[in-house]
């Protein structure tokens, strides 16, 4: 049995072509909390409420903004343990009539309210048993506070992405927002106590952020359901703006990360502010075209990202798509076999065992950040039958499949493994890092 392994660290950085004419800005800071910080500022709020919210459990946050948006209040982080300082300087210039802690000790400590009785008059905390019960402390609240939804979102407690763009419509049109875990007999009690005003419940996401069991107790209720969801998070965004935004008042979208979360927590104020549709992407491009169409329908010019370059890069903000992965994979093994056909070498054959197993192995780079050979791919080849193997692998600049092969091509090692006549079949794997740099892998294998 022979074995072939090479390797090459490539840097082929090609320029992406301007691909958006909207002006983009961004409300953000160097970390979750300055941007609660400056999302605060971006509603222009002052002296109502200020709710507190704490900056690892998303679950909370969630369900405030809609509440605080419905005061004209607003939504800031914090640690578990205490306020940062620039989040009081930030509660001191804001003069709040008081403080709402949202959520129990366990999520922020009792020395908080401590902290904030020095900043505010009144100081109250809502807390349930768990991240549900707060949920509908919270929209208590709102009914306490003079607001009575007629909507009612019912949003994933436990997968967040859906409830980003849900908590932004909600806090527009002072809908309520409630977190599910379960469709058991608690949820059924919390949900069926809080029915007063209720017209509608829209449930946000497929079933598996909220299960059939959920919908199931909220049609018993006898009010009216409408589950909204898309293909993946992306899309059900996409598809709860267009049955929820006719129009943008200020001629823009907001766009926060569907990946990473703590920065669009601050998010539902804003919108509620500035009349501005929420929509997700992920951080190094933008997954699917349709939040391009939507800017046109919606007649919309800008768009504010909520967070840093961190979490959604130049290149997502402008809405550049994000490459065919798939396609680039066949595009490589169509040049690799053009390759062989000019050496007089037969052709290879896709594999799929060959194509998961590269494919993981790219993922774990992109995932280390580091280019190294696995130890593992020879045994994991003869494992599928095959009696020899090779790989090859590279990191680029760019998802560019010529631009990888003709460095390939270019190594003599490379080009050794690509035109051994003795092997028969091909699996390749590319993903991106969060470095943004791309991971390549060709494993090849020999009967």
């Not at 949202?102 to 400590?109: K, N, R």
């Not at 993922?363 to 045994?379: D, E, L, P, R, W």
């Amino acid at each position: 049995m022979a074995a072939a392994a090479a390797v090459v660290a490539t840097t082929l950085t090609l320029a992406h072509a301007p691909s958006a004419d909207a002006a983009v800005s961004r409300i953000a800071g160097n970390d979750r909390y300055e941007t609660s910080i400056a999302a605060s500022r971006a509603t222009g709020w002052t002296g109502g409420a200020v709710f507190l919210a704490s900056g690892v459990n998303y679950a909370d946050a969630l369900a405030a903004g809609p509440v605080a948006a419905a005061e004209r209040g607003n939504l800031l982080l914090t640690m578990p343990g205490g306020i940062p300082q620039n989040v009081i300087d930030r509660i001191a210039q804001l003069r709040p009539s008081e403080i709402v802690i949202v959520g129990g000790t366990g999520s922020i400590a009792a020395g908080v309210e401590q902290q904030a009785a020095s900043l505010a008059p009144l100081v109250t905390r809502i807390a349930g048993s768990d991240r549900v019960e707060t949920s509908m402390l919270l929209l208590d609240r709102m009914r306490a506070m003079g607001t009575v939804p007629t909507d009612v979102w019912v949003v994933s407690g436990t997968n967040f992405a859906d409830a980003l763009t849900a908590g932004a419509v909600a806090a527009r049109y002072r809908h309520g927002l409630v977190l599910a875990t379960a469709g058991d007999d608690r949820f059924r009690q919390l949900i069926g106590s809080r029915l007063d005003g209720v017209q509608a419940f829209r449930i946000a996401g497929g079933n598996a952020a909220v299960d059939s069991w959920v919908q199931r107790i909220l049609y018993d209720t006898g009010k009216g359901i409408d589950r909204i969801a898309g293909a993946n998070r992306y899309l059900t965004a996409v598809a709860i703006n267009r049955q929820f935004t006719p129009s943008t008042t200020n001629a823009r979208i907001m766009l926060a990360s569907g990946e990473s979360f703590p920065d669009g927590l601050s998010a539902a104020t804003v919108a509620a502010s500035q009349g501005m549709p929420l929509y997700l992407t992920m951080r190094h491009c933008m997954p699917v075209s349709e939040v391009r169409q939507e800017m046109q329908r919606l007649g919309a010019r800008d768009i504010a990202v909520v967070g840093g370059t961190a979490v959604v890069t130049n290149s997502s903000a402008n809405l550049d798509a994000c490459p065919d992965v798939g396609a680039i994979q066949q595009e490589l093994i169509s040049l690799v076999n053009q390759q062989r056909a000019a050496a007089g070498v037969p052709a290879l054959g896709a594999h799929g065992g060959l194509m998961s197993m590269a494919q993981s192995w790219s993922g774990q780079m992109a995932a280390q950040q580091s280019m190294v050979h696995s130890t593992t791919f020879c045994n994991e080849t003869f494992a599928m039958g095959f009696r020899r193997c090779a790989e090859n692998i590279a990191r680029t600049g760019s998802p560019s499949a010529s631009g990888v092969m003709n460095a390939w091509m270019n190594s003599a090692g490379h080009r050794a493994n690509i035109l051994n006549a003795n092997l028969t079949h091909i699996g390749v794997g590319l993903v991106q890092g969060s470095d943004g740099r791309w991971y390549w892998t060709q494993n090849f294998g020999g009967y």
